[in-house]
């Protein structure tokens, strides 16, 4: 693992975060933390026949984290919620374009597990033990 | 003024330690979170290779012949502590897993026993959660309170707080000797005169002070005291808790179980005397046998001698970091009020991105709450990164570590 991770994308995520700030009227919202660092994400959505209409982050942490987030709510925009379920540790990897290595995935995974659970929230579902364990 | 020369050759020293050897991702290991764990010598890892090479058995009942050596190893080992800490004697040293098992070894046995309503317990802010969790614990079985003396903007405790907040209903006083964090030294000595003045008892956090600075549990004249054993270059799993054996003789048990007990029967059992009692099943030994050996390691170079090379890397790197814009440095300015613990932040750059990125250069630092959320919530503070040095450290390597952070603020200011 390298500041190979700190890529002027990443950066630039960081310092300015894309579809940062609160919706209007969001459908459901949800809000996690990282115990080990405290970091924190909440993410807001508009659904719109069973897909991502619109989507806000807002949180505080480190880069790879809030980047990661932030990035994330520009990729699933438009996309099922069963697409959202679907997704794992893969596709936050390939938005990153790094592995950010075994002692910061958990970072980079915090916005997916508040997207998914903001999804089984919406939908009335119970977490499943996959989304927990994310971070 | 004439400062002292340290008399550490820290270049011969370095080749005691194996893992400094070691490269980290093609760059030479420049480990600076000793205050999490120290790295280990060569006679402490030939110590406890030894011992399972050579004399592997179970202690106190064996009457076979490495039952006999081990014991006396694991008992060496006990006596070699005590003088280390300038015990009165040696059965107040009960071997522990770490400093915290220690530290609730206290707040089961004799807090259970003595604390009840609104009685009070008295910590500070910057407490470990070592040392802040158990009383939690006690105070809200028992229905007493824990308050908190507070700190300075120099990270230095508020002593007007401490008359002020200890008084009758105080049952007991928990202090770190030196924080984890702030790398602040606390007068211990003053503190547990406040609380025996109003009969309660004194306990010390020695954790960090231990391993770092000559200690004198006499002069301090607490009633516990407990540090670990990784931190001071012996192996993990091994903890102490020194107590006044007049306390300890009082005390009920903390574990239960075999090697604590004199007679067991089925209408109840005797325990055997201290330290016995409170070392339930078989302990650690080899972890005792390595931590003997480190004591031995440290006592060869001399505390003194320790404290002064510390503090000279910990005066250098403070200069230094002083240099580097943006950063933010916690704690004493004062040098002589310190360990060698720097905790900071440069800039806007989040703990964790700085560690990552210092780790890419072979540096190893500390990142987060340090386990010490009262106090990051009271400098209203989320995360910090710390360096904490020990005797192997140089001023080299200090170098090496301000120029990584150079790298980190331009690569971040971009």
């Known amino acids: 693992m390298s500041s190979e991770i700190y890529k002027d994308i990443i950066l630039d995520y960081y310092r300015n ?24 994400i909440e993410m807001q959505l508009k659904i ?34 069963d697409e959202i379920k679907a997704m794992g540790k893969p596709y936050v990897l390939e938005l990153l374009g790094i592995d950010p290595g075994p002692t910061r995935i958990k970072c980079a995974l915090l916005g997916l597990k508040v997207l998914k659970l903001s999804v089984y929230g919406y939908l009335g579902q119970a977490v499943t033990e996959e989304v927990k364990q994310l971070v | 003024m004439v400062e002292k020369v340290t008399t550490i050759n820290v270049s ?24 999490a764990t120290s790295q280990k010598p060569e006679s402490v890892i030939e110590t406890t290779d030894r011992y399972y090479r050579e004399y592997n058995a179970n ?82 079985e ?71 600075m000559r200690v004198d549990v006499r002069d301090i004249d607490c009633d516990f005291f407990a540090f670990s054993g990784h931190k001071m270059l012996g192996p993990t799993g091994i903890g102490v808790l020194h107590g006044k054996s007049e306390h300890l003789r009082r005390m009920p048990p903390f574990l239960g179980g075999g090697e604590m007990i004199r007679e067991v029967h089925t209408t109840g059992s005797l325990w055997k005397d201290i330290p016995y009692k409170y070392e339930a099943g078989t302990p650690n030994i080899v972890g005792a046998i390595g931590l003997g050996a480190a004591v031995d390691y440290l006592s060869k170079i001399g505390m003194e001698n320790v404290y002064e090379q510390e503090r000279e890397i910990a005066k250098y790197a403070i200069g230094r970091m002083s240099e580097v ?40 630092i500390r990142s987060g709450h340090h386990c ?13 990164s710390r360096a904490s040095f020990y005797i192997y450290n140089t001023r080299e390597e200090v170098d090496v570590f301000i120029n990584a952070l150079e790298k980190a603020r331009k690569l971040f200011a971009r």
């Open chain 2, 142 to 212: 028992k229905g007493a309170t824990v308050e908190y003396v507070k700190i300075d903007n120099d990270g230095m405790l508020r002593l007007e707080e401490v008359h002020e907040i200890i008084d009758e209903k105080t049952k007991i006083v928990c202090v770190t000797q030196a924080s984890n964090v702030l790398g602040t030294i606390n007068p211990v000595k003053e503190i547990g005169k406040v609380a025996h003045r109003y009969g309660a008892m004194f306990l010390v956090d020695a954790a960090q002070s231990v391993p770092h």
């Open chain 1, 17 to 40: 975060p894309r579809n940062f700030g609160d919706l209007p009227e969001p459908d459901v919202r949800a809000k996690d933390s990282n115990p080990l660092c405290g970091d924190i």
């Open chain 2, 325 to 364: 814009k943006d950063l933010t440095l916690y704690g004493p300015r004062d040098i002589a009020q310190r360990v060698g613990v720097l905790s900071f932040n440069l800039g806007d750059i989040h703990a964790h991105d700085l560690a990552s990125i210092l780790d890419e250069d072979g540096i190893a």
């Open chain 1, 48 to 81: 719109k026949d069973g897909r991502v209409d619109d989507i806000r982050f807002k949180g505080k942490g480190c880069a790879i984290s809030q980047a990661s987030a932030s990035m994330l709510t520009e990729a699933v925009k438009g996309k099922t919620l």
């Open chain 2, 59 to 140: 202690i106190h009942r064996g009457i076979h012949k490495l039952a006999e050596e081990a014991t006396l190893a694991h008992e060496e080992a006990r006596e070699k502590i005590a003088k280390f800490i300038h015990a009165k004697h040696t059965e107040e040293i009960i071997f522990t897993r770490n400093a915290t098992e220690a530290i609730n070894l206290v707040a089961y046995s004799w807090g259970r026993a003595n604390v009840g309503k609104g009685d009070k317990i008295v910590l500070t802010i910057m407490e470990h959660h070592s040392n802040t969790v158990p009383w939690q614990l006690l105070a809200q």
């Open chain 2, 372 to 384: 010490a959320q009262p106090l990051m919530e009271f400098l209203n503070v989320p995360a910090m």
């Open chain 2, 12 to 35: 011969k020293l370095r080749e005691d330690f194996p893992v400094l050897k070691r490269l980290v991702n093609g760059k030479p290991l420049i480990y600076f979170d000793n205050a």
